[in-house]
């Protein structure tokens, strides 16, 4: 059972560049998320998803695509890379229902990228 | 969900207990409270949620007040590997269509 899984750890991209963060789960998690968080800054919301094919905005979605074709899978695309973007970035997924541990976020390791 | 309030930072000795206050005084009666931590460098980490009862696992208590406006997380035993952001959400059950939102939190520095 390995959790949330980020890959890369670390990546350096050129303005402009496009490159994919990828986070699988293993958890049969329906609900899986990206945040990005700054020096200084809380972790903000990218993007979300309840399930196979649905997929919403959250507070800081510019820049960013996802797409859901799997339970398991949710990655993030970055079209073209800008230095706004370096950051470090966080999978998260948790179950859903009405049970309160539905709640229960758990998080990958994180994939540091930098955009120079 | 309703809004929380920490403080922004707080020290502590080693093997002595961190309380780590949250306001929330704007709780409703469905919405529960829920601690993570975030280890440097590190994705966060669920630590402990309750709705009105104190709770308590192998990582820390949750003393909730009894009008549900404030809550207290206490680290029993704080070590060094417990210095992190301490973040203290309140939310809803069966939201699946919305996302957890963190704030800031507490850094807690745990010094020998």
């Known amino acids: 059972n390995a959790g949330v899984t980020q890959t890369p750890k670390f990546q350096v991209l050129k303005t402009g560049q496009s490159m994919t963060l990828q986070c699988a789960q293993d958890?049969?998690?329906?609900?899986m998320s990206w945040y990005r968080q700054d020096p200084g800054m809380g972790l903000r919301l990218i993007h979300y998803s309840v399930g196979a094919g649905i997929t919403d905005q959250g507070e800081v979605p510019n820049g960013y695509n996802v797409s859901r074709s799997t339970t398991e899978d949710f990655p993030l695309r970055l079209l073209s890379a800008a230095p706004s973007q370096t950051s470090v970035y966080f999978c998260?997924?948790?179950?859903?229902?009405?049970?309160?541990?539905?709640?229960?976020?758990?998080f990958g390791a994180g994939s540091r990228l930098t955009v120079l | 969900d309703a809004k929380t309030t920490q403080p922004t930072s707080m020290d502590c000795a080693e093997g002595r207990a961190a309380n780590l206050p949250c306001n929330h005084s704007?709780?409703?009666?469905?919405?529960?409270v829920y601690w993570y931590r975030q280890i440097h460098s590190q994705g966060p980490q669920y630590i402990i949620h309750g709705l009105k009862n104190n709770e308590t696992n192998e990582m820390a208590s949750l003393i909730i007040t009894e009008d549900r406006k404030s809550s207290t997380l206490i680290l029993p035993h704080a070590t060094l590997r417990d210095t992190a952001v301490y973040y203290c959400?309140?939310?809803?059950?069966?939201?699946?269509?919305?996302?957890?939102?963190f704030g800031k939190g507490t850094t807690l520095s745990v010094s020998s």
């Open positions: 998260a997924s948790r179950p859903t229902g009405v049970s309160s541990g539905a709640n229960v976020l758990t």
């Open positions: 959400i309140v939310r809803v059950t069966n939201q699946a269509g919305t996302a957890l939102i």
């Open positions: 958890m049969n998690h329906e609900y």
């Open positions: 704007t709780i409703s009666g469905n919405e529960y």
